[in-house]
């Protein structure tokens, strides 16, 4: 606990030029009142000691002191104190709107500051926002931007806030802490004035250093994932275990040479059976574990001799509440580190490279979609709830990584950046270890990261700790840094690959929405939703709205959302609408919505094929039939690139985070904003 | 614009018993310097002029007056303004925590209260609460615990107010608008204390009365909406037009009496077509109307004299933008009042009894699943997307009122309250014109009424009066009062339906849900959703948590989510761990989830139904697996009436939102509490 003192703090603030009500040291009552005389009054006197610690409490601090004779009685009765060696004088500051400024280190993420409204916002609403540590002049804008608060900082009655000072105050607080490794930090209050600002209190703690994560070597994690060669150990031929399920699922390709390891076997499926790793007669790529936890470390260290990569499936570790857990899993990459190899999991139900190799215990998903998507997991049951939800989607990798007791999201995205297959990063994030890492990462990556972190709920908080084994930790701080980063962070699994798809599929680079249907019910809930979700509802241009007048009748809402009403069942009054949309340079995407009610109005799929081909804007569309009108018109519009969704809700939810993480500027990866969104 | 001055409007505060600072009217300046003295010093005194309407800007509020002298001078200076004919005298209030109470009169709704916290917080966060007037004393606690600054009244740092005397006073406000007929009504600032509060300021205007909406016959509704003898005027035999498709719907039914009229044909599909009403055989229960807009009314007056009922699917009067649109409306109910007859719609696509009769121009919904829901709707785009995404809810009614120029939701809701077959009501709406009625009637409504309003959005509350012809109005004084009357609000048609879902099928009473499944990830999604919309998680009791951990492995997490790990595949403990959390009194419900992984972790249906068949509480199951195993899941485990979702997010939010109603205490209709939630 190796605190400054307030004079120490501010001495040290000073020399990054942060404005500080001065303050100084005094040892006797004459330099105390030629100090405050130089001042001017009225002063606060304060007392220094090293016993007291809540100078407050102790009467050790005096406020409003007026006159020289004030200043002198202070003085005696501050140096009477326990402890008390001096006394500080200084200015009371006017007073301004009351903000503050904190810094602190987390065990996960590193240093973070926190800016926020003081007094009673912000300890009744807590209103307050968190950024990683350095911050980028843009951080520290959005930062002040993103509380309550702002709307008096930017000027309110007879409030006003120098915000162009604050944010130099915060970038000059992250670069002081970088270079003083300084660990915590409380400028509060600092009060804000029409010009400038003024730190009255402030209080700071030096740190220490934080361990650091392995070199990520992306070669090997590909080879391992792209294995050829790989062994089973735990192989089983009872199909009810997961020894026989990984089998099963890898044998799906041919062109793997598969070792299962059994002692007490010969051969499982028309496959021999070897005894141990040792009897097998090549180098392996992957050992895949399936056998009791208890046995897992001296397979692993059997294993790391041969093998350039481990996926161990068993449980029983770092999750689970017994003895050894968390030990066991450090041995293992200890073991790991020492032989140059990588081990996945344990507690993980496996990975599956899609088109190559189903390394894991469901041999359902053997028949998987490829494409761009790649998903980074730390559930395994989110993976089978995605995969089961989600089989209109092509993916890449999925990739459980279970306890990460030796590789871990950061080690994955630096591989994907590179992975030719991928072209879109999915993570599900429950607890992390290598936080700052993660967020380092997705800054580096060139693709879009979309991610979404459990235990956004109180209770998580407390219970995700035992089943992930890491601290669940603070839902803000999590969001905060990964927005910071650029990732796009969703609230949960559905709109993680609903956002996906549609980055994927559209490529939509920015701009508002316009929203079109036939059914004006369904257009005010896609705007409701997408407003209500921060997306970016477009404002039509004059030259839109009246092109709409001229071609539609007055019978329908010409504006946005766009009601054609039956003059949607006119297959030219429909692409002239759709094209007077799309034209409008405030208008980035365009969602259509339609509910067939045949046999009157029905739009036929060949229509809407002639009508979307040709569009140059992205188009997704919301198509509510039965299941087998739908799965036919998915299929046939999908083609087109155009996502098709049956729920109104989602689509919106998913295109209204899109937008709005392409408003914020922010986006990370490829994704770059269009002329439409600039202006 | 009657507004009584401070002065009158204080005087008849103090009738109702409710604080205010004491107000005197001095004529003269001896008088003044009196009740100044008789007050006590400090005090404030005001002009009192028929010409100043904004007195502080014409210097005629002087505060913090303190002495004879003062108080003199303050006279003469007030008493020379313009049209000045009297001064108040006043004291100046203690300063309390600033409160405001408001009351307004909305063309909708009626009278409203407001109750929020007055200066900065009302101002820049917009925190304050609105229920209709009359209040109860459940309305008026929960409008002070709802906003934000509760947290300060009851209790913060030096702050806290007398919650209970600031309860009675919008009790005796309510009480007082309606004796009064009081229109408007601003209390600002009131000064809340720690004992008690004060009216510092009050302004009051008393109101005019409003227009009634027509009685309700039910009978004559039923008899409409089971029409026996119907014709269709407007009748075609062309398979595009909506003519067609409405005798197409009609003709399922072989027990009805179909009347096609067209002048110009003879037959429609070995139907006999009719030249004009006038020449059909017999009385008519209902008159289907699918001709232009400039007909209609014509057609009207016609069919008046021979039908019970008449439904207008026609569009073109007030929500489009045409001449008249609106006047044409207006005397469809003319014409209705006049004959005693009921008119539903123009603008709507018709109505669904079904089993009985698809009076709408969709055939394809002759072959509905019949239920206990009935769905009434201001959209038909959202009659038909609910009717493609939920075939597997059984509905009794589904109606759409288009733009309700005479039946509107009051009456359906009165006539479904009275219906053997309809147990839960559902409501879309987007704007109203009987709001206080509609109130009344879900109020009165001995069924759980669930309810959504479209126009969460700015955008929606400015475009959707193009739309339906009729205000959106304000989204939150929609919210409020629809809560306040006792129905469950649900933000979009997917939660609408699934929660009548829930409810029908489980008949939830209320309590703590419970999380239960065998993969982690699954139940943390679960819980982030539940509790952040707000629903009640179960706090395990202590011997519930102990039975787990007696029965259940370390490895698992045993507690609220409760993950069984692979123990979830012993049938035994399944069952076991299903009833320890079903036996504690804080589970009112349960939700299991499943993502299968087969085959090593696969659980049979048959084992579920095995499980599930005897449980006393409702259980909720989201299952993930391919389409075909989830249809087979879905149809054995919901003839268990345990509700199957495909989707976490869904059902964990639905079940949430039903789980906030019952617990706040104010659901409407058959719902009770369970003794778990009433603990």
């Known amino acids: 606990m190796d605190f400054l003192s307030e004079y120490e703090s501010k001495e040290l603030l000073k020399r990054y030029n942060i404005n500080c009500t001065p303050i100084f040291l005094c040892s006797n009552e004459d ?3 030629n100090k405050a005389k130089e001042l001017g009054f009225p002063v606060v006197m304060k007392v220094v000691s090293k016993s007291i610690i809540h100078k407050s409490d102790a009467g050790g601090v005096l406020l409003n002191l007026n006159s020289e004779e004030e200043v002198r009685q202070a003085f005696r009765k501050l140096i009477a104190l326990e402890g008390a060696y001096a006394v500080t004088v200084q200015q009371m ?3 301004g709107i009351e903000v503050m400024v904190g810094v602190s280190e987390n065990e996960q993420f590193g240093k973070f500051i926190l800016f926020g409204m003081g007094g009673i916002f912000a300890e009744v609403l807590e209103d307050y926002s968190l950024r990683l540590i350095p911050l980028t002049r843009e951080d520290a804008e959005e930062m002040i931007r993103e509380t309550k608060g702002y709307r008096i900082l930017k000027g309110y009655r007879n409030f006003k806030a120098d915000i162009e000072n604050l944010t130099e105050l915060l970038l000059r607080v992250s670069e002081m802490v970088e270079r003083e490794n300084i660990a915590e930090m409380d400028l509060n209050p600092v009060f804000a004035y029409e010009d400038g600002y003024m730190v009255v209190d402030a209080r700071i703690r030096i740190g220490r250093e934080r361990r650091e994560l392995r070199e990520t070597n992306t070669n090997l994690i ?3 994932l792209n294995a050829k060669s790989i062994a089973v150990v735990g192989a089983s031929s009872n199909p009810l275990k997961v020894g026989y399920s990984v089998i099963k699922s890898l044998s799906a390709n041919k062109k793997l040479r598969i070792y299962p390891i059994n002692p007490k076997l010969n051969e499982i499926d028309g496959l021999r059976v070897y005894k141990s790793i040792a009897e097998i007669p090549e180098d392996l790529d992957l050992v895949v574990i399936a056998v009791p936890s208890e046995k897992v470390l001296q397979v692993v260290e059997e294993a790391a001799e041969k093998t350039k990569g481990i996926f161990i499936i068993s449980s029983g570790f770092r999750e689970a509440e017994i003895e050894y857990g968390a030990e066991m899993q450090n041995r293992l990459k200890e073991v790991a580190e020492k032989n140059g190899i990588r081990i996945f999991g344990p507690n993980s139900f496996g990975m ?3 088109g190559w190799m189903n390394a894991s215990f469901t041999p359902m998903f053997n028949e998987m979609k490829a494409g761009k998507v790649a998903l980074v997991s730390q559930s395994g049951g989110i993976c089978h709830y995605i995969m089961h939800n989600f089989r209109d989607v092509g993916f890449s990798y999925i990739i459980h990584l279970g306890n990460r007791c030796d590789v871990d999201f950061p080690d994955i995205i630096r591989f994907l950046n590179e992975d030719e297959r991928t072209e879109i990063i999915t993570l599900y994030i429950e607890g992390l270890d290598y936080s700052r890492e993660l967020v380092t990462e997705i800054k580096r990556c060139s693709k879009p990261v979309i991610a979404m972190k459990a235990g956004k709920s109180k209770k998580a908080d407390k219970v995700s700790k035992s ?4 601290l669940a930790g603070d839902y803000r701080l999590y969001v905060s840094s990964l927005h910071q980063a650029g990732a796009l962070v969703v ?11 549609i980055i994927e599929m559209t490529g939509f680079r920015g701009g508002g929405i316009a929203i079109a249907t036939i059914q004006a019910g369904l257009g005010f809930i896609a705007l409701d939703e997408i407003e209500t979700n921060g997306g970016i509802v477009a404002e039509l241009e004059e030259n839109t709205v009246r092109g709409l007048k001229e071609i539609l009748p007055p019978i329908t809402m010409r504006e946005n959302p766009l009601d054609l009403s039956f003059s949607g069942l006119n297959t030219d009054l429909l692409k002239e609408s759709l094209n007077l949309l799309q034209n409008d340079s405030n208008v980035g995407a365009i969602m259509f919505l339609y509910a067939v009610s045949p046999p009157s109005w029905i739009i036929p799929v060949e229509v809407f094929i002639d009508v979307f081909k040709d569009m140059k ?15 036919h018109f998915k299929s046939r519009i999908e083609a087109l690139n155009i996502p098709v969704f049956s729920s109104i809700e989602r689509a919106s939810k998913a295109l209204a985070v899109v937008s709005r993480w392409l408003a914020d500027g922010r986006a990370n990866g ?5 002329s439409a969104e600039k202006k």
Chains 1, 2 share one sequence.
């Open 491 to 501: 609230e949960n699994p559905t709109q993680l690959i609903d956002v996906a798809r």
């Open 93 to 95: 500051a006017e007073k």
């Open 670 to 674: 490829s994704i770059e904003k269009s």
């Open 617 to 631: 804007k992205p188009v997704i569309v919301v198509y509510s039939s039965t299941d087998e009108d739908y799965n």
């Open 222 to 224: 590909r080879e391992i």
């Open 467 to 470: 089943h992930t084994g890491s």
């Open 352 to 354: 599956i490279n899609v």
């Open 31 to 33: 330099e105390a009142v």
